[in-house]
């Protein structure tokens, strides 16, 4: 999985990218078809930081969270919070359009 960490208004050291990297690669528990996830930092001004988490799944779709905190560090961990719970949704949905379980069969008697 690729995972690129972006900064806006900010500098990402090491252990910011530690830190994303390490939250990110959880995500691959939650889903397989992860092809790419892009992590956006977003300083707004000096109390509100923004974290987005965008991840490209099968199909060339996206799916985007975001989160606001005072730390840098809590809104990448909510966004994240969020990616992996959104990505939950998403296989479920996409475990239900192919029909999931069938009922065995019961011969007639």
């Given at each position: 999985?690729?995972?690129?960490?972006?900064g806006r208004h900010l500098k990402i050291t090491d252990a910011i990218q530690e830190r994303v990297h390490e939250k990110v690669d959880s995500l691959?528990?939650?889903f397989d078809g992860l092809h790419h996830v892009r992590v956006i930092l977003i300083v707004e001004n000096p109390t509100?930081?923004?974290?987005?988490?965008?991840?490209?799944v099968i199909r060339g779709?996206?799916?985007?969270?975001?989160?606001?905190?005072?730390?840098?560090y809590a809104a990448v961990d909510e966004a994240v919070r969020k990616a992996r719970e959104l990505l939950k949704r998403y296989k479920d949905r996409l475990r239900s359009r192919k029909g999931g379980q069938k009922p065995p069969m019961v011969p007639a008697s």
């Open positions: 999985m690729n995972v690129q960490i972006e691959t528990k939650y509100r930081m923004r974290a987005e988490v965008v991840c490209g779709q996206q799916l985007v969270t975001k989160a606001e905190h005072e730390d840098l």
